[in-house]
């Protein structure tokens, strides 16, 4: 092995290095080469030398002798070379025979000489050899250059040969891999398939026509779980080369954000929320046009200017979110905002960064909601859960809380007083001219109290006709007072209707804070009861609060609870006062009165219970338990032989008012076999005024065959035009005017008139509560043809009765 290190002189010279086994012809070689101009790295006899040198030197050309001898091969020292360095081979051999240019064929050198080489051959090989040496580089020079154009730009070069049925790609083509590709061919048809019909006509006419084209085409993928992408595809037709060539890259993620731009661009038009873009230091870059409607300001007269100068109200709060928010962080917060007229409104404000693609923040946005319309909401709701919505006084939820907040008392301070109020006769006006009176004569009420309260003092609704009035601070005259004219406003009359008026009354009672109830629910109980009392005493009128009116209301609650539970318990009773001839000689029937013997209480006495049964609403499943048991006990007594004549069974105003009572009184004639004419059912006269539509109602129950009797006749304010109008069979003089009969001439006289009318009008007349035979007798020259009372028999027990009809 020969090698010469290179100089100066031969620094831009071509250099070469021969591989020759024959020394004699290396070094004739080298002469010639270096005579030609050339520059000789060196001379290598084998193989392993002419890869050594190769690798040290990096020549520009080999020129390799095909038949090294004892040295090796050539063709396989070339090969061999081909692995490790990318150098030019020419060979020299003095063999030209088939099999050899075969084996050198597979080197693809760059030259073949045959020895003995002359000169001028040499020569001419070799520059032609550098010449190609050098094409080649450019070339590939060139290549890598596009390579790395393409690798950076992510773009794939297209290529469809005139003639040709396939499309090359190389470089970077996403849709079919995620990374290079290099000479990936598919059929033209499949490559077009995966286009839009626009994109394939257009790329039809190039290849038809020629020309260019420049496309943004949606490549569609046969998976349809894959979604769609986007190509870029700029090509032309190149003619001397009889293809379109085109440049193409994928642009899906430019075009998805193209897509949400636009989008954006909709939102941020159309948004009825307002928008504001700011720059970094919170400076408005633009708004929306929803900015400007909610708060009047033009675009340009913001714009460069920081919202806390002229959109947030003065308070630190309102402009604490954009101060006091870091830019990289989502805020949020209720402000008040101001408008251009200066005018102010709440709103809801929310601030974010905005964000490039490494993740900067490049701007703020800024959004902010009217919420006018959510608080006025609110208010109302707020309004609604402590008022009244008939009437606009405060409602039970207000009254629990101006309860709680009393102050506790000082000695010297004058105490806050509870009334509580209840209309009296409110019902009868609420049944017979209908609910919206009722409902305007409340709210007339209601707008009375308003007039008359102080500053301070405040009316509750608490439901149907009951009111509360607060009076805070009040002296004990004042309390009077205001009673005195509450019940004096209530009183007015009230025009409902054009022409007529109506009037209604009320019971008061008063409760003093804290020493008639030191907590809420013990005022508003002490009140109650007071009120209670005042009804009781005749209403129109108040009643203050006194520890005994407890022992009542304590006693009416516990015959209430009680009466909840006497039908199940078996706790009533029907007892049975005889009806009789005025000579007390015969039985005309008998009237079935309820008799109530607690199992808690003891007996209690009617004339105690059945007012709290119609207060609480108990009155109706007792009053059909008491004609359910009469009508079966009497029909059965009538069928053993027992009785005979009429059954009398009192109903209440309460049952008269049911609808459907009498279907359910038929029913019950038809379930216990009762004959109807047997049955009368007393009614007192008050019962006729409180009971709306009275003539039907008691016509559907006369219709049934029913007699009706007028209870407690004389006692009430019964219009005489009116009893002609109803059907009625029999008055019942009332015990008032029977107990004085004989001594007393005023009420010998109403008898006498009662008897009169009765006699006039086709009535039958029986007087109740006659005790002793002087009133027998005075009765019986007025008139009276029937009586019942202790002087014949009180009311008995069933065996009690029954044994008193067989003693007879």
């Not at 831009?12 to 101009?37: H, M, P």
């Not at 040290?56 to 061999?80: F, K, T």
């Not at 008392?409 to 209840?422: E, G, I, T």
């Not at 559907?700 to 109803?726: H, Q, W």
Request: with cysteine; hydrophobic share 45%; aromatic share 6%.
């Amino acid at each position: 092995m020969n090698a010469t290190p290179p100089s100066s002189a031969h620094a831009t010279t071509a250099s070469l290095l021969v591989v020759e086994d024959e020394l004699i012809v290396a070094l004739d070689l080298k002469l010639t080469l270096e005579s030609l101009g050339f520059h000789v790295v060196g001379t290598a006899a084998t193989q392993d030398e002419a890869l050594v040198l190769t690798m040290s030197y990096r020549p520009d050309l080999i020129l390799m002798d095909i038949n090294l001898g004892r040295g090796g091969d050539g063709i396989l020292a070339a090969q061999e070379i081909a692995r490790f360095a990318d150098v030019p081979i020419v060979f020299l051999t003095a063999y030209a025979d088939s099999d050899i240019l075969r084996r050198a064929e597979q080197v693809a050198p760059f030259g073949y000489l045959v020895k003995p080489v002359r000169q001028r051959e040499l020569n001419a090989t070799v520059q032609m050899a550098l010449a190609r040496v050098r094409a080649t580089h450019a070339h590939m020079q060139a290549e890598r250059r596009l390579r790395l154009a393409l690798d950076t730009g992510k773009l794939a070069v297209v290529t469809l040969h005139e003639g040709m049925d396939l499309v090359e790609i190389d470089g970077h083509f996403p849709p079919i891999a995620d990374c290079s590709v290099r000479g990936l061919r598919m059929p033209v048809g499949e490559f077009l398939l995966h286009l839009s019909e626009d994109a394939q006509a257009k790329v039809q006419h190039l290849l038809d026509h020629g020309g260019d084209l420049h496309i943004v085409a949606r490549w569609r993928s046969p998976d349809t779980e894959l979604p769609a992408r986007w190509l870029e595809v700029h090509a032309s037709y190149v003619a001397n080369e009889l293809a379109v060539v085109g440049i193409c890259r994928d642009v899906t993620r430019q075009v998805e954000q193209e897509e949400a731009a636009r989008q954006a661009t909709v939102v941020f038009e159309s948004a009825a929320d307002a928008i504001l873009i700011l720059d970094t230091y919170g400076r408005v870059m633009t708004a929306n046009p929803a900015f400007a409607m909610l708060t009047g300001w033009p675009t340009a007269d913001i714009r460069g200017r920081h919202p806390n100068d002229f959109l947030h109200a003065r308070r630190g709060s309102d402009r604490e979110l954009l101060d006091a928010t870091p830019v990289d962080v989502l805020g949020h917060a209720e402000v008040v905002c101001l408008r251009h007229d200066g005018t102010t409104f709440p709103a809801w404000e929310h601030v974010a960064p905005v964000r490039d693609d490494s993740g900067s923040i490049t701007n703020r946005v800024l959004t902010f909601t009217d919420i006018s319309a959510l608080r006025h909401a609110e208010r109302r709701i707020k309004h609604l859960a402590y008022h009244d919505p008939l009437t606009g006084l405060g409602n039970r939820n207000q009254l629990r809380d101006l309860l709680s907040a009393l102050p506790p008392p000082q000695s010297d301070d004058n105490p806050a007083v509870l009334m509580f109020l209840d209309l009296d006769g409110f019902k009868v006006i609420n049944d017979s001219l209908g609910h919206d009176k009722g409902d305007a004569l409340l709210i007339t009420i209601a707008d009375r109290f308003r007039n008359v309260l102080r500053v301070g003092d405040h009316a509750i609704r608490l439901g149907g006709d009951e009111f509360l009035l607060l009076i805070q601070s009040a002296r004990d005259a004042d309390v009077d007072a205001m009673a005195r004219r509450l019940l004096e406003i209530v009183r007015q009359p009230f025009d409902l209707a054009a022409g007529s008026s109506v009037q209604v009354s009320a019971s008061i009672g008063i409760a003093f804070y804290p020493n008639d109830g030191p907590t809420p629910d013990a005022l508003l109980r002490a009140a109650d009861i007071a009120m209670y009392a005042a009804k009781e005493a005749g209403r129109n009128r108040y009643a203050r609060y006194h520890p005994k009116m407890a022992e009542v209301a304590n006693e009416r609650l516990a015959i209430e609870q009680g009466l909840l539970h006497a039908i199940d318990n078996g706790e009533l009773s029907i007892h049975w006062q005889p009806q009789v001839s005025i000579d007390g000689n015969s039985v005309v029937g008998a009237e079935a009165l309820l008799r109530w013997h607690s199992d808690k209480l003891g007996s209690i006495g009617p004339d105690r219970f059945i007012p709290v049964a119609e207060e609480c609403g108990l009155i109706q499943p007792l009053g059909r338990w008491v004609l359910r048991q009469a009508l079966t006990t009497w029909a059965k007594w009538q069928r053993d032989g027992l009785v005979q004549g009429r059954l009398a069974v009192n109903v209440s105003a309460l049952q008269l008012q049911d609808d459907q009572f009498a279907e359910d009184l038929a029913r019950e004639l038809k379930v216990t076999g009762m004959n109807p004419k047997d049955l009368e059912i007393e009614v007192t006269e008050t019962a006729l005024q409180r009971v709306p539509q009275v003539e039907h109602r008691l016509s559907r129950i006369a219709e049934l065959g029913v007699k009706i009797a007028l209870d407690d006749f004389g006692t009430g304010y019964s219009s005489l035009s009116m009893l002609k109008l109803l059907p009625l069979h029999r008055l019942k003089v009332d015990r008032a005017f029977v107990r004085d009969v004989v001594g007393n001439p005023s009420d010998q006289a109403i008898v006498r008139a009662i008897a009169a009318m009765a006699d006039a009008l086709g009535f039958e007349l029986i007087a109740e509560g006659v005790e002793d035979r002087q009133q027998q007798d005075c009765l019986r020259q007025i008139g009276v043809q029937e009586a019942q009372g202790w002087l014949y028999g009180r009311a008995m027990s069933a065996p009690d009765f029954l044994g008193w009809l067989g003693s007879r």
